[in-house]
């Protein structure tokens, strides 16, 4: 089983020159995507457990049925530590390493072209968080508070600028980035780069605590989630909880309105995947989609209580099936997939702390 | 327990026999075995009696000055992976933490107490033995289950397992005052001096002072495989730098009563290097400890039948996180207070039969510079009766602990009080009078609270945590022997035991965060075997041989519909043993000692590539004693891991590979 994928990736590979990047609007032509019309399968990040080492890149095939082991080890025989964050971009793979502090760049079946070692100038690791894709470049955020910018064309690091305490997920929209700054939880700001000189244009004050989503929407705009304190902690007062909020950010005036409550967010056409599901407010959890021109809120039928631990939410870009991740504690995590309309279809197993799924679609 | 051998051990038998008188004070009348004085030729006179560990209803395991010394032992720790049926998770090299767990309950199920007094930590639960020497330490002990020993404090029945460490007390019949001088140093950088002084200040006074000082590079190197490509490098940021000052003062105020004043002082900075991470040798994690606390035990034997001790300690720990990252420094500091006192009472209205009760009290605080940080206060109040019936033949305790806790906080919510009896019972029979074999049969419920860290660590904690329980049962058969054959002294004992931890604290990942949740189940099956054997080849040369070995079968049984269901916990062997054989000479000692422990999985779900391979542990300790009047000169090398692995007992924490050290002791 584990060989077959194998090949039949490798057959598919060639059919996928014009890749879709981390996010559907990343690419750099100004012309619009083709609609993609066929799935092949997807990369499932599993950023692995802390200081474990145990970060693994697996490959599930949609025409099989099937989930790979370890590409990475498979590709070059050693684990490649953690794995925060992968981006798809040309023909290349970009893996975002926090804790082995790299960011590798790689074939499309795993194997290491060069591995950047991304230390700071005073030797400190930068440790490297999420990364997107836009105008030839890779742009990764890091923990010692920059976006770096990583030419696809020469392999190296071109440039560097400081955005702020903690920066997370990011975008790249119409030569500009959105980084969410999340201060470790203390931080309420969207940083603006522009993407071309890499030089901060400006703070967008949003809800406290923007982390893991920022995306750039089929519309255009940038939605950032914000995690907020924690509603429901005992040790702050109800009066002073903010909730999990969904934002959205015009790219342009820097506008920010508040639209609904969500923890991931999963964009497709004018239809938000939402899951909701507030730390300590078990009551709270809920799956819809939220249409993003009326603000209409549609249940899904997923329970979310048949989860251990929701990690992500993402959407096939053709088929519309929904693909949640479920981190259990000690044992291979899982992925659930469903119909767009919430049809359970299927489990599929696969690694430690799996954190997100990247289609390859054409 | 081990006999007189030549004058050039007087010292250590001295402290030795003190120890086992102490201990044995404690311990009601001995049966006709244990009562036996037994003559051994080529020595003068010496009273030799059956060893607790064999007569004990639960599994008790000594080590006295004399063996470590043998065995070439340095620290706790070392000593500590010796005894059968426990766990000593460690973390590599001097600094790294050390802690023990018996028969895979956790550590935070072990008591450990200091001269009879205990030591504890409520932030974390549990105690890295690390922090304690063995040059001043007279004799390590380690109980599971419910000692016999009534006449305790009511902590003393308030954990599944207790490790207690006795410190030397002086012995002034030949002189007035003894120095004992100790230099230690091997590889990577350990420079370890250490003295020992003590005067006696009158007929009924005396006062020991001990100063220690450790330095370390701990910078060694390992080997490590990383798929097919070797990591071939050497920890970093592992330095370690300790001072460590005692002072204890003795005092009989009459024949009958006694006060024991210590002052204890503990100073350390030391890096942590972390686990291996691929690709990333940074290290610059830096950890400072103080921990400061006087205890006193004092003690009233009215007459033969009423005895009454009373403890007290004031403990205050101070840490220090450092740590230098590019996302910015973090520095957070940890405060936390102890107070303690406690009062038993033991009484034996009828011959062999007694009571005791023990009523203890604990205040601890926590102090912490974090975010949203709740200042939690715990009151304890603890009450132990017990009884204990011992006859020639038979032998039964039962004891019941009542625990109370309640808490506050400054900031949101406290835990509830919680309420707990907890019973206890042991019984022994020996069922012929010539033969030397008992049985044995105990069974214990005891809890671990939880500690403040699984309560109100950030926003991990969960103060609505239920107490994790423990059920423990016991059976065993002990044999010993004096005189068999060649053999002057020969035990053996056997143990099955069952037990069941319910409602185990574990963190467990929620939505970008981990919270402390009660969920785990674990029920364990296992078998201790131990041997020693003590064997006179010639009238010069004599050795001695222990052995132990453990089956351990630990199984997550929290959810049958899970993964991990009946899967053996993380970090624990199935069979690990660990064995030593010394050759005593009048020219030099020689040692050979080894520990072994099986696979391992570091994952609930043992999938394979969380596998730690087996490891077997040797090591060489030669040491020889030389005299010069009443100067005692002792010298000792030790080659340490031979087989120069850099095994993981904590996964991507190696050990340090083959290493020697060179011990000078100076006694007068």
Redesign the interface.
């Given at each position: 089983m584990k060989k077959n994928w194998f090949y039949l990736a490798l057959i598919a590979f060639p059919l996928m020159a014009g890749m879709t990047a981390c996010n559907n609007n990343d690419d750099p032509t100004p012309e619009p995507d083709p609609e993609p019309t066929t799935t092949f399968g997807a990369y499932i990040v599993n950023t692995g457990n802390w200081n474990q080492n145990d970060g693994s890149l697996q490959w599930y095939d949609m025409t099989e049925q099937t989930v790979s082991g370890d590409l990475y080890a498979a590709q070059n025989g050693k684990s490649i530590g953690d794995l925060q964050d992968l981006c798809l971009y040309g023909s290349k793979l970009y893996a975002i390493c926090p804790t082995s502090n790299k960011v590798e760049i790689l074939e499309r079946n795993g194997k290491v072209i060069k591995s950047l070692a991304t230390n700071t100038q005073s030797g400190q690791p930068m440790q490297p968080r999420y990364a997107t894709a836009g105008e030839g470049c890779i742009f990764f955020t890091a923990y010692d508070g920059t976006v770096s910018k990583l030419d696809t064309l020469t392999q190296t690091i071109t440039a560097s600028v400081a955005v702020g305490d903690h920066p997370e997920a990011l975008t790249y929209t119409n030569g500009k980035l959105f980084v969410n700054i999340s201060g470790y939880g203390a931080e309420n700001k969207v940083a603006v780069v522009d993407a071309k000189s890499m030089t901060k244009l400006q703070d967008i004050t949003v809800l406290l605590n923007p982390y893991t989503q920022c995306v750039t929407g089929d519309d255009g705009y940038v939605y950032v989630v914000s995690n907020g304190n924690y509603a429901g902690s005992e040790s702050i007062p109800e009066s002073q909880w903010i909730y999990q909020t969904m934002q959205r950010i015009d790219p342009d005036t820097y506008a920010v309105e508040e639209l609904c409550n969500a923890t991931y967010i999963a964009n497709k056409g004018d239809k938000m995947y939402i899951l909701y599901a507030e730390y300590y407010l078990p009551d709270t959890h809920k799956c819809f989609v939220y249409d993003l021109n009326t603000g209409e809120e549609t249940t899904l039928p997923i329970s979310l209580s048949d989860f251990a631990s929701p990690s992500f939410i993402q959407i096939d870009p053709v088929t519309e099936d929904i693909y949640i991740g479920d981190q259990v504690y000690g044992a291979l995590n899982s992925i659930r997939i469903y119909s767009k309309d919430g049809q359970f279809k299927k489990t599929i197993e696969t690694g430690m702390s799996t954190s997100n799924i990247r289609f390859v679609a054409e | 327990m081990h006999p007189v051998r030549s004058t050039g051990s007087c010292f250590v038998a001295a402290i030795h026999m003190l120890a086992a008188v102490s201990l044995q004070a404690q311990t009601v009348p001995t049966d006709s075995i244990t009562g036996r004085i037994h003559e051994i030729p080529d020595i003068t006179v010496s009273a030799r009696r059956t060893p607790p560990a064999i007569t004990a209803t639960s599994p008790l395991q000594v080590m006295g000055k004399a063996e470590m010394e043998r065995l070439g032992l340095h620290d706790v720790a070392d000593a500590v992976r010796h005894f059968s049926g426990v766990s000593v998770k460690d973390y590599g090299g001097i600094g790294g933490l050390k802690t023990v767990s018996v028969r895979s309950m956790g550590a935070q199920h072990t008591g450990v107490s200091y001269d009879g007094v205990s030591v504890s930590d409520c932030q974390s639960g549990q105690v890295d033995i690390s922090r304690f020497s063995l040059d001043n330490v007279s004799e390590l002990t380690l109980t599971i289950g419910q000692t016999d020993n009534i006449y305790q404090a009511a902590r003393a029945f308030a954990s599944a397992g207790v490790l207690n460490i006795q410190t030397a007390k002086p012995d002034f019949q030949d002189s007035p005052f003894h120095v004992y001088a100790n230099l230690k140093t091997g590889s990577f950088g350990l420079a370890n001096p250490s003295v020992l002084y003590s005067q006696r200040l009158s007929r009924k006074s005396s006062l020991s002072v001990y100063g220690e000082y450790l330095r370390a590079d701990g910078n060694y190197p390992f080997k490590m495989w990383?798929?097919?490509?070797l990591i071939d490098s050497k920890r970093n940021n592992s330095d370690i730098r300790t001072y460590r000052a005692e002072a204890t003062f003795y005092t009989a105020f009459t024949a009958k009563q006694d006060l024991q004043i210590k002052a204890y002082l503990f100073d350390s900075e030391r890096g942590l290097p972390?686990?291996?991470?691929?690709?990333?040798p940074?290290a610059?994690e830096r950890l400072s400890d103080k921990n400061y606390f006087g205890q006193f035990r004092y003690e009233n034997r009215f007459n033969d039948r009423i005895k009454l001790q009373a403890l007290g300690k004031f403990n205050y720990s101070w840490n220090r996180d450092y740590n230098?990252?590019?996302?910015?420094i973090t520095d957070d500091r940890y405060r936390q207070t102890e107070t303690y006192l406690s009062a038993t009472l033991w009484a034996e209205p009828v011959k062999d039969l007694s009571f005791s009760v023990a009523q203890d009290f604990v205040y601890n605080y926590l102090h912490t510079t974090l975010d949203?940080c709740?200042y939690p206060q715990r009151y304890t109040v603890l009450t132990a009766v017990a009884a204990r019936y011992r006859h020639r033949k038979f032998s039964a305790t039962a004891s019941l602990l009542n625990t109370f806790i309640t808490e506050n906080v400054r900031?949101?919510?406290a835990a509830d009080d919680r309420k707990r009896l907890s019973p206890a019972f042991s019984l022994s029979w020996k069922p012929f009078d010539a033969a030397g074999l008992r049985l044995r049969l105990s069974y214990k419920d005891i809890f671990r609270t939880p500690t403040f860290n699984d309560l109100y660590y950030l926003?991990i904690g969960n103060?609505g945590l239920r107490p994790e329980t423990t059920r423990q049962g016991n059976f065993g058969v002990t044999w010993s022997s004096f005189r068999l054959g060649c053999l002057d002294f020969i035990s053996l004992s056997a143990d099955a035991y069952y037990n069941k931890v319910n409602d185990k604290i574990?963190?467990?990942?929620?939505?970008?965060?981990w919270?402390m949740m009660n969920v785990g189940k674990v029920e364990t099956v296992g078998v201790d075997l131990n041997l020693s054997a003590e064997c006179r080849i010639s009238r010069q040369i004599k050795c001695y041989l222990t052995g132990n070995y453990n089956f351990m079968q630990a199984e997550d049984v929290t959810d049958p519909s899970?993964?991990?269901w009946r899967n053996q916990i993380?970090y624990t062997p199935r069979h690990s043993g660990s064995g030593s054989l010394t050759v005593e000479t009048p020219w030099a000692n020689l040692s050979y000692n080894v520990t072994y422990a099986s696979e391992r999985y570091?994952?609930?779900?043992n999938?394979p590539?969380?596998r730690i391979e087996p490891y077997a542990d040797h090591g060489l300790s030669l040491s020889r004693k030389l005299q010069w009047k009443r100067h005692q000169l002792r010298i000792q090398v030790d080659a340490l891991n031979l087989g120069n692995k850099n095994y993981e007992i904590i996964?991507?924490y190696p050990m340090p590979g083959r290493n020697y050290k060179l011990t000078i002791n100076y006694y007068l």
């Open positions: - | 990383n798929g097919n490509s972390g686990g291996v991470i691929y690709d990333n940074y610059a230098n990252e590019a996302s910015g949203q709740q900031i949101g919510t926003i103060s574990v963190a467990v990942p929620s939505m970008f965060v919270r899970s993964k991990t993380v570091t994952l609930a779900q999938l590539q969380y996964r991507f």
